[in-house]
């Protein structure tokens, strides 16, 4: 009986050592501290992040590797405490979904000496891709930088030769060096990732979007656009065909890369030979915007203003007072885009090195949508200051970029060339404007992760790794290198989002979502009516400028922030709970329907054979 006894009490002792806390009340006040703490301790990564990027130094970076460190450390202290309560038994939802999200903390689960690896390997990545320069086609001893230099040149030039020695070069000197850090930094990855329990780091990455079936939705968008996909395709080699010869563009092959301006072929930047009308309107305003004037500041504060006019906030005084919004000379700076938060005192900023472009009038307005979202929902909790998923983050500023180029607007603000003419002609104009970034973009960002998914997942092996890449991207998008490449390139990071480490499904995320937000706030606005004969209400030629209705109601979605699943954000503003492409292709009929007409006409060939760019056998059939 005595022996029994003693048994029992042991046991429970087992029981209790083992046993999470379920005391909701305690586990309330220590979130609440850990986000007090984390403010000021994240305030002071983004500052060392942020003096880094724009000021590309060693001591530098190794401030921010520092910084770094300590919040990783920080992180995962936080985690373990909050490890203590059995939270996923709680009752308190908002409670719940808090602590899963600060648990989740990714490559912070990593021990100091994997940590600085990581971080180090990514580092390494992104200064080679800032800092290498290339030679003048014209004058090798005279060196470009890539922004803005090649960037330029890549939009502007129609010179073949010159175009496939840049892409050549590029290729060469941003993509290959970093091949080793990738590989350490995949491997690093995995590790955080099975630390986490995950399978591997594209589980790690996908489980943001908080749905099992997400990259089977992917693949049937995919499928849901690629009729159209492949229309446009074909007309653009045919009209790349007529400008540059047999010789450069062959009727029956991918398109060949250097030809699109732009380095990657995700936005087929030439509407100069591409858009039909060149008589009507047309959208392309670079000229318009020189012609008038346009500076950097003046390009940021019409953006603003459009923001303002939904009633929406402007931008924080700290905003104007330390951004980067043009290419400082006497330092190197990270200039890729991008938006900060630095999460106290409304201190966000925009790091850009701009130039007066329509493309970059574009870029201004998707990088302040950032900006509006982060303080849409500075109120909530730290761990829900985010987007309901990375792909709203990414569309705020496109919806409005939608309305913006629409030719109701540009009229508007006076940067449509206007010829007068509101008909049938120059609205394709507009559409293929749009169709050659917007439908473009999309077999792209499907590649960019797809192919780091199968790497983290193991299914493409190192060896042939550069060979999976360029099929995959011929497969998706009919797309070839501008020269032969194989295994012994490697060229996927000459992406900046891969030698920086940033998800891009997010991006394909966005171009679809902006559709479904664009339509809503459409609808909101009075600008909007389905099967409309009357051009002013259509989806493309919507403008919600000064709506105060489609301000707010986007502004009700902004300030959800992560607190909720994305599907619930979504549904807020659209009455829609899925990522779905209807509204994209709505957007564009009138588009599609031209394409078939025209390639029919024309005898276009549709679809494509084999690169022989490519030199390695079909991976894909
Ligand atoms: C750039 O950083 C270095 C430290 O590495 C510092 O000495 C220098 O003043 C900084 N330059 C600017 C313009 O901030
Ligand atoms: C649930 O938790 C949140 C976050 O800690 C807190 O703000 C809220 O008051 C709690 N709700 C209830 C009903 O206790
Ligand atoms: C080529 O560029 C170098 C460096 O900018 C310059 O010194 C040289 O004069 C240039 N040569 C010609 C022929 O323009
Ligand atoms: C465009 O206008 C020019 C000059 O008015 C004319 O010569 C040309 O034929 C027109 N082109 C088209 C495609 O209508
Ligand atoms: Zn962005």
Not at 494 to 506: Q, T
């Amino acid at each position: 009986m005595l022996k029994l006894l003693i048994l029992k009490f042991v046991l429970s002792l087992v029981v209790l050592t083992n046993c999470l806390s379920n005391d909701e009340q305690a586990a309330e006040k220590l979130v609440e501290k850990i986000c007090d703490e984390l403010k000021t301790k994240m305030y002071e990564t983004n500052v060392a992040s942020w003096n880094h990027a724009t000021n590309l130094t060693n001591d530098n970076e190794k401030k921010k590797e520092d910084a770094e460190l300590k919040m990783a450390k920080y992180n995962k202290k936080a985690a373990l405490e909050l490890l203590k309560f059995d939270y996923k038994n709680f009752k308190n939802e908002t409670l719940k979904r808090l602590m899963s999200k600060m648990t989740m903390i990714g490559d912070n689960i990593l021990d100091e000496k994997d940590f600085r690896e990581l971080s180090s390997a990514i580092s390494q990545m992104q200064s080679n891709f800032a800092k290498f320069k290339i030679g003048c086609f014209k004058n090798k001893n005279e060196l470009l930088e890539f922004e803005p230099d090649i960037i330029e040149i890549l939009l502007k030039s129609r010179d073949p030769d010159e175009l496939e020695y840049y892409w050549t070069n590029f290729y060469n000197l941003a993509g290959t060096p970093s091949v080793k850090n990738f590989y350490k930094y995949v491997e690093l990855r995995n590790k955080a990732a099975v630390k986490n329990k995950f399978k591997d780091g594209s589980e790690m990455w996908l489980s943001n979007y908080e749905d099992e079936n997400f990259e089977k939705n992917i693949e049937e968008i995919l499928e849901q656009i690629k009729p159209f996909y492949m229309q446009l395709h074909a007309f653009v080699r045919h009209k790349l065909h007529e400008h540059y010869g047999p010789e450069h563009v062959d009727l029956k092959k991918p398109i060949p890369m250097h030809l699109l301006g732009n380095m990657w072929g995700q936005l087929w930047e030439i509407d100069d030979l591409i858009v039909p009308y060149q008589n009507a309107s047309k959208i392309e305003f670079t000229e318009e915007l020189v012609k008038q004037g346009y500076t950097a500041k003046k390009m940021f504060e019409t953006a603003e203003e459009f923001f303002k006019s939904i009633n929406l906030s402007p931008m924080p005084e700290l905003f104007w007072k330390n951004s980067v919004i043009e290419k400082p000379k006497d330092r190197e700076i990270v200039c890729h885009a991008s938006a900060w938060d630095f999460t106290i005192n409304d201190d966000v900023r925009i790091k850009m090195c701009t130039k007066v472009t329509m493309g970059d009038f574009v870029i201004i307005h998707h990088e302040m949508g950032h900006i509006e979202y982060h303080l849409q929902y500075k109120n909530l909790p730290l761990p829900f200051r985010n987007g309901a998923n990375e792909g709203f983050h990414e569309a705020v500023g496109d919806t409005i970029a939608l309305s913006v180029s629409s030719p109701k607007h540009l009229n508007r603000i006076g940067l449509l060339k206007s010829k007068g003419d509101e008909g049938q002609e120059s609205n394709i104009n507009q559409l293929m404007s749009n169709a050659l970034r917007k439908l473009a973009l999309l077999p792209f960002a499907y590649v960019m992760d797809k192919f780091r998914y199968e790497v983290f997942r193991g299914t493409i092996e190192p060896e042939n790794a550069n060979c999976h890449f360029w099929r995959l991207r011929e497969k998706h998008g009919g797309i070839a290198p501008a020269s032969v490449r194989g295994n012994h390139d490697f060229d996927i990071t000459a992406k900046y989002h891969v030698s920086a480490d940033v998800e891009y499904m997010r991006y394909f995320v966005a171009n679809i979502i902006q559709f479904q937000f664009h339509k809503a706030a459409c609808i909101k606005a009075g600008e909007y009516e389905s099967d409309s004969k009357n051009p002013t209400k259509s989806l493309n030629n919507c403008d919600i400028y000064q709506s105060k209705e489609a301000g707010n109601a986007l502004k009700e979605m902004l300030s959800l922030g992560a607190s909720k699943h994305w599907s619930d954000v979504l549904e807020t503003l659209t009455g829609e709970r899925k990522l779905d492409a209807s509204a994209f292709l709505e957007y564009f009929q009138p588009l599609q329907d031209w394409l078939i007409k025209t390639n029919e006409e024309l005898g276009v060939n549709i679809g494509w054979e084999l690169s022989d760019k490519i030199d390695c056998p079909n991976l894909y059939e």
